[in-house]
């Protein structure tokens, strides 16, 4: 067994619910976040809006899944990000579980 952590932005909400049911992924939950970028580092010229802290509505899924249904959805999600114009990308990672009831 593995949990899967996806984050992305919201707008890929749908996208992302398509791919883990394509995954055979049928039982997940989701949350609505607040994602946060610290731009304070980086200089004005490269800062187009100028501003230090950049916030964007994001999405977090969490799923206990088998391995093969993992892969799948790592698949889904590499095609997806790279078919993608913009900078936000759907994040994924998955951790061992090692023990669970």
Do not use: P
Request: glycine content about 2%; overall charge negative; aromatic content about 12%.
């Amino acid at each position: 067994m593995k949990l899967l952590v996806i984050t992305a932005i919201q707008e890929f909400s749908k996208d992302i619910k398509l791919m883990l049911k394509k995954s055979n992924i049928n039982i997940y939950s989701y949350k609505e976040v607040h994602g946060f970028r610290d731009l304070s580092e980086e200089s004005v010229e490269s800062n187009w809006f100028a501003g230090e802290m950049d916030e964007s509505q994001s999405i977090i899924y969490f799923a206990f899944v088998e391995k093969a249904n993992v892969d799948a959805f790592f698949t889904r999600a590499d095609e997806f990000n790279s078919k993608q114009k913009t900078l936000s990308k759907i994040h994924v990672v998955v951790l061992n579980i090692e023990k669970s009831n």
